[in-house]
């Protein structure tokens, strides 16, 4: 995928970013690549990526950080581990690119239209609401939202498959669903909290480094 290159500025970090991520178990070794791009050579999909997996390495050390979560490369990754296997440096590029995924949830800022991150949230909400996923309905949702125009094209072929009963729109739910939304809340507020943690210590390095 080609995106527009432009020119980057001091002002264009958030500073701090690039430790948050690195303090994160499994992903201390960011700080150590040497930028040899094996990790983009041996990705299958790095070709349709919007940047290299190379260049996310430098780009979460950088502090970069709306760049990268508003990338599509994270969520084009597919978890295969080829490039954390190749890696010089031992860096566990796979695990980054899943604490990249979580971040740009948890914090709303990932590509609004594009279908991967709209599915991944779609799912989520569909099973706090009603502890079931029923396929058809969120490939529905997911298409609505990514997408609406491409959706509105395939109307003839979505009403034969729902005549046909192929493509049925029941919602499945399961009993007890406000149990399951208080676990699942408790989950996220611990993630929350982990991640307020890290950011308080990540900000506590970089002053302490700031002042050596
Ligand atoms: S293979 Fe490892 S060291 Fe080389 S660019 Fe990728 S992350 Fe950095
Ligand atoms: S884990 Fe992701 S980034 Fe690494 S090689 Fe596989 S698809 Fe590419």
Redesign the pocket.
């Known amino acids: 995928m080609k995106i527009e290159r432009t020119i980057k500025y001091e002002a264009d970090r958030v500073k701090g970013f690039g430790d948050e991520v690195s303090s994160v178990p499994g992903c201390e070794k960011l700080q150590a690549c040497i930028q040899c791009g094996t990790?983009s050579g041996?990705?299958?999909?790095?070709i349709y990526m919007d940047y290299s997996?190379r260049q996310v390495m430098a780009m979460v050390r950088s502090d970069f950080k709306n760049e990268v979560l508003t990338s599509h490369t994270v969520w084009l990754?597919?978890?295969?581990?080829?490039?954390?296997v190749d890696c010089p440096r031992e860096i566990r590029?796979?695990d980054i690119?899943y604490e990249l995924k979580q971040r740009a949830l948890q914090e709303g800022i990932y590509p609004k239209k594009f279908s991967i991150p709209v599915l991944a949230k779609e799912f989520y909400k569909m099973v706090y609401r009603y502890g079931r996923v029923s396929e058809n309905l969120l490939a529905m949702t997911m298409f609505l939202k990514s997408s609406p125009l491409e959706a509105l094209k395939m109307w003839r072929l979505g009403l034969g498959l729902i005549l046909r009963g192929r493509f049925p729109l029941t919602l499945e739910k399961i009993k007890r669903r406000d149990e399951l939304g208080r676990m699942m809340k408790v989950v996220d507020q611990v993630k929350i909290n982990k991640l307020h943690d890290e950011l308080k210590q990540a900000r506590q390095h970089v002053a302490a480094r700031s002042q050596a």
């Open positions: 990790c041996v990705c299958p999909l790095s997996p990754c597919a978890s295969c581990y080829q490039c954390t590029i796979t690119m």
